[in-house]
């Protein structure tokens, strides 16, 4: 029987990033849909300064919003230092959440950046990923996500799996895989194991998972995820926002209903999450940001792209079987900019020629 969470291991949530007012309204309305009412921390890490003004403006309407349908929440911005590496003032951040947390006494930790979306959350997800730590004594991090095909598309074959029990349905068995290497910084922590170790946000994901492993912990890919990426999204370079961001109408994706999010659990099919998009006839498929191409994935999707459905369709998928999930918006200037793209690997290019 799966214990119920109690007062002392509540999970708090944090919706932290860059400010892109679409994507941090998107993140957070997607908690709020999903009926989380408190215990959210809303973190700003810095803001674009041509609109600067305006994005501030925006913020502080949003949060009167929040708080007028009591929503409980902590706000702060980490504005002040300039952070000239590539993570910014991120790990600024995710290191005040921890010592928030710390201090609070609060066991987990769900870290979402804002550029993601929870899709499902109810009492009975709670409580189970509080017995998955209560599980896998080692785990102090559970990647809360499905794998992006076109950046990790031999996931599966390169990370061991063991079976455990399906603590959706006793009467059937998950996939649970430990991560080889760190696929993310984001997902939900266990903060008294963290805590005991007095451990620190430092470097990049890489970094965080080898400090982990020398104290025999490790990370996992949660056999249900319930956080999605979103398709293309913008990113951050020295406080500057590259890319296009996707106009908002609703929230991004649609929200699981309860069927089919047990439906997912229920299954021991290995999915990715994989975007196929037609707009303006430009096709967009993985990756889900610029900086995460693999080349030779992306190349052999375009090749097979005439065998894809003629529509704008973002599913989750395991070779047979899909679950749609995209709420039908405009797409408006969505498709990515090629001279960007190209200056991006050119400089990757040339930093690997002059490291060998």
Not at 18 to 29: M, P
Not at 224 to 231: A, E, K, R
Not at 339 to 349: D, P, R, S, T, V
Request: glycine letters at 4%; one cysteine or more; hydrophobic letters at 40%.
């Amino acid at each position: 029987m799966i214990k119920k969470i109690n007062s002392n291991n509540k999970i708090f949530h944090l919706v932290v990033g860059f400010l892109n007012c679409n994507y941090f309204k998107n993140s957070l309305d997607s908690l709020i849909s999903n009926n989380i009412k408190q215990n959210i921390l809303i973190f700003v890490t810095g803001y674009q300064k041509k609109t600067e003004k305006k994005d501030r403006k925006f913020v502080n309407a949003y949060l009167k919003h929040l708080k007028n349908k009591g929503i409980k929440f902590v706000f702060k911005e980490f504005t002040s230092i300039q952070n000239k590496s590539k993570t910014g003032n991120l790990y600024l951040a995710y290191n005040y959440a921890l010592n928030f947390c710390y201090k609070k006494k609060i066991k987990y930790l769900n870290i979402i950046q804002n550029d993601m979306q929870m899709i499902f959350w109810d009492n009975d997800l709670e409580n189970i990923l509080n017995e998955m730590f209560l599980l896998k004594k080692d785990a102090v991090f559970f990647h809360t996500g499905f794998i992006r095909i076109g950046s990790h598309p031999f996931f599966f074959k390169e990370n061991k799996y063991e079976i455990i029990k399906n603590l959706f349905y006793h009467d059937k068995y998950s996939k649970m895989y430990k991560l080889k290497n760190a696929i993310g910084d984001w997902g939900l922590y266990n903060i008294e194991k963290l805590k005991k170790i007095n451990f620190k946000f430092k470097q990049n994901e890489t970094f965080i998972g080898n400090s982990l492993k020398k104290y025999n912990y490790n990370g996992y890919l949660l056999p249900y995820p319930f956080i999605s990426v979103l398709p293309w999204p913008s990113f951050v370079r020295k406080n500057t926002i590259f890319g296009r961001t996707l106009e908002l109408e609703e929230m991004y994706f649609k929200k699981f209903s309860k069927q089919d999010f047990y439906k997912l659990a229920r299954s021991r099919a290995n999915y990715f999450q994989e975007d196929i998009i037609l707009a303006n006839n430009w096709w967009y498929l993985f990756p889900p940001i610029y900086t995460d191409l693999n080349i030779r994935e992306y190349i052999k999707q375009i090749i097979n792209i005439k065998f894809h459905l003629k529509r704008n369709i973002l599913f989750y998928y395991n070779g047979t079987n899909k679950i749609n999930f995209l709420n039908f918006f405009k797409y408006k200037n969505i498709k990515p900019n090629l001279y960007e793209l190209a200056e991006i690997y050119f400089l990757k290019i040339i930093k690997k020629f002059f490291s060998n």
